[in-house]
């Protein structure tokens, strides 16, 4: 197990932002916003990540050789990382984009196009 310092260390330098975008017939815009985590590493590293994040009530689940967090826990473990870390696009239009996802603004069809955009996909 990680001490939290440790664990916010690891999830800035291995862990990887995903956001899918993904095409739904219940949603009124057509479309889902997916954010998740992936951390890739041995699969005894990765169950001590996952020990660690279970005690910050942080759910992940394991596929192949990685370890992905879900929006399930996203807002713990976006809470659980510094505002000003990581200092990297990625992260930064990361946590942009959960942050509009907790203000239920990706429901609307402007928050999708701004989302969109940030992805380079518009």
Not at 4 to 15: H, P
Not at 30 to 50: A, D, H, M, Q, V
Not at 99 to 109: A, G, I, N, V
């Amino acid at each position: 197990m990680f001490p939290k310092q440790v664990l916010i260390g690891i999830v800035i330098a291995k862990a990887v932002p995903v956001i899918k975008i993904k095409r739904s017939e219940t949603n009124k815009i057509g479309y889902t916003i997916l954010p998740s985590i992936i951390i890739r590493s041995n699969i005894i590293f990765l169950k001590e990540i996952k020990l660690s994040l279970s005690q910050h009530q942080i759910e992940s689940k394991f596929y192949n050789d990685e370890l992905i967090i879900t929006s399930s826990s996203m807002r713990t473990l976006i809470n659980l990382i510094p505002e000003h870390y990581p200092t990297n696009k990625e992260w930064k239009e990361f946590r942009t984009i959960v942050s509009m996802m907790q203000r239920k603004e990706h429901l609307t069809l402007s928050g999708l196009e701004t989302i969109m955009k940030m992805r380079g996909i518009l």
